[in-house]
């Protein structure tokens, strides 16, 4: 099946079926890799994990959303941190392993549409540039904005 991950070009690159085709195995990647901590639809577990539903949150990394995900993705994430009035200090999120870059961008894509209403789509190639990258959480501290 063909794949379309820049979805700010999916509809005029790709057809209209496969780019619906590709959000629909985002939910479902989402769903089998991150919901486990992130709840059903990104809505976060409390004591757990933060709500990724945030569309102000996405909107204003903006440029930088893309390589934030795949950064938190294959790098892993730990700082202290407040969503929605939730302080999570306590567990790092590791990096998410045995999920290829291709299912990454996925979900990444998938996320950035649904979750945060943004036009910014990830490739497996974004995903493989940050893996082997030098971005660290101190990098991703410098881009994430404040959330309380
Ligand atoms: C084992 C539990 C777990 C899994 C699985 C997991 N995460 Fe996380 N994630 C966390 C925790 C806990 C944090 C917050 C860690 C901290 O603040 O140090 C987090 C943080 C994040 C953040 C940063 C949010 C922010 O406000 O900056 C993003 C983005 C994220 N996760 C995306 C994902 C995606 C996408 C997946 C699936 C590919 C995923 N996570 C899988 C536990 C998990």
């Not at 990830?122 to 893996?131: F, L, N, Q, S």
Request: aromatic share 6%.
């Amino acid at each position: 099946m063909k794949r379309c991950g820049f979805l700010g070009v999916a509809a005029l690159l790709c057809s209209f079926g496969s780019a619906q085709q590709a959000l629909a195995d985002g939910a479902e990647l989402f769903a089998d890799n991150c919901a486990i901590c992130h709840n059903a639809g990104g809505t976060g577990t409390p004591g757990l994990a933060p709500a990724l539903n945030r569309p102000e949150f996405w909107q204003a990394l903006g440029d930088d959303a893309p390589t934030y995900i795949s950064t938190v993705m294959t790098k892993g994430f730990n700082m202290p941190i407040t969503v929605r009035g939730e302080r999570f200090a306590g567990m790092p999120m590791i990096p998410v392993s045995a999920v290829s870059d291709e299912d990454l961008a996925t979900i990444a894509t998938w996320v950035l549409a649904n979750l945060g209403e943004l036009d910014q789509g990830v490739t497996a190639e974004d995903i493989a540039v940050v893996r082997s990258g030098a971005l660290t959480n101190a990098d991703l501290k410098a881009m994430r904005p404040e959330t309380e």
